[in-house]
């Protein structure tokens, strides 16, 4: 069988090395963190995105640039994983005090955002006959040639995509508005502070019970020290732990191979993300109408979770294109791996009839 510490990682070991790696140089500093992660408190349409960008921000604002500040974060983190392998009553408490912090500075940052968000009301940009000089363009238009000055022209009927004012006006309008915002803004935040709650709690019960080797935890060390930030998108992260040769990783079909890889990746795990707040909204949504003995709407909700998935999965398929083009594979040092290598450190004495160094084993 030979020693464990010397055979070689699963890709999946390495990849749960890696995720538990940077949640819990994250939790390091859970103040940061909780004012940092603020993906899931993403309103509307844009909540799916969440799951793509949740390790983005965190991971600028809490990992140090500095390399050697930064292997003092990582060697934190991995004491903690391992602590994680002891006592269950341990893990609990652990389990316990993460979902708390988590939960409530979730609350505390995403309460504020999401006010203004819903004050804000972005809505994209409608350009109100913005096209009309171009359709003159087009074969058989009545219209005549196409005219710039006129293009021009219909540039300033664009909408604006906010429009604070308006909102806040139509909210102070009558109580029933207010309350309706209000309801929209708590109802987001909760959503959000939930799964907060739940990725913190996750995170020590995850490292309890993968017993990840410490191979697959060495080689995520070398990863996070090497590329602490673009693996901090899931299609990237995947990317990091295959193993590959270093004449492969140059060349221009490896390259393309992985974005490839990263796009594919990039939008299952997009469209994977866009069913955590529907979920969600199902749940709260149900919760509601038990309450208020209202029908449920299921058609309404099947919709969202349409919108939400393949929302995830374009912006997933994009931003995995982009892992694939920047990410760098995991490549191992192979001369290091070789049995001569072990010679390295053993003893040497010159030999006064010959002029070469030999060695006794």
């Known amino acids: 069988m030979g020693d464990p ?15 538990l790696l940077r949640e819990n140089m994250f939790m390091g500093n859970p103040g940061t963190y909780a004012l940092s992660d603020i993906s899931e408190d993403l309103p509307g349409s844009l909540r799916p995105l969440g799951h793509i960008i949740k390790n983005v921000l965190p991971s600028h604002t809490i990992i140090s640039e500095d390399p050697e500040k930064r292997k003092v974060q990582i060697q934190g983190a991995l004491d903690k994983i391992k602590a994680a392998r002891g006592s269950k009553q341990e893990l609990a408490k652990e389990m316990g005090s993460n979902a708390l912090n988590m939960g409530l500075g979730s609350l505390m940052g995403g309460l504020p955002m999401l006010a203004l968000f819903h004050l804000l009301g972005p809505r ?3 350009p109100k006959g913005m096209m009309a000089g171009y359709r003159k363009k087009l074969p058989g238009y009545a219209g005549g040639a196409f005219s710039p000055g006129e293009f021009a022209k219909n540039i300033g009927n664009s909408q604006s995509p906010i429009t604070p004012l308006r909102n806040l006006k139509k909210i102070l309008s009558s ?15 909760l959503t959000g502070a939930g799964i907060a709650a ?45 193993k590959q040769k270093k004449e492969e990783q140059d060349s221009a079909s490896g390259k393309l191979k992985n974005i490839g890889i990263g796009t594919g990746v990039g939008a299952l795990t997009g469209a994977a993300g866009g069913l955590t707040p529907a979920v969600m909204n199902f749940g709260l949504a149900g919760l509601s109408r038990l309450v208020s003995k209202k029908p449920f709407n299921t058609a309404k909700l099947m919709q969202g979770l349409k919108r939400d998935v393949l929302t995830g999965a374009k912006w997933g398929a994009g931003l995995g294109a982009l892992s694939g083009a920047t990410t760098k594979n995991y490549v191992e040092d192979e001369y290091a791996t070789m049995p001569h290598q072990r010679l390295n450190n053993l003893p040497t004495q010159l030999d006064e009839n010959q002029e070469t160094t030999s060695y006794k084993i």
Request: aromatic fraction near 6%.
């Open 5 to 19: 510490a010397q055979q070689d990682s699963s890709y999946m070991d390495r990849l749960t090395a890696m995720g």
């Open 124 to 126: 994209g940009i409608r």
């Open 175 to 189: 109580g029933k508005r207010f309350g309706h915002f209000a309801k929209k803004t708590v109802n987001d935040s």
């Open 198 to 242: 739940m990725t913190g709690a996750a995170i020590p019960l995850i490292a309890h019970s993968t017993q990840v080797s410490d191979k697959a935890l060495d080689e995520a060390k070398k990863i996070m020290e090497d590329q602490p930030y673009i693996t901090s998108l899931p299609a990237s992260e995947m990317l990091s732990v295959i």
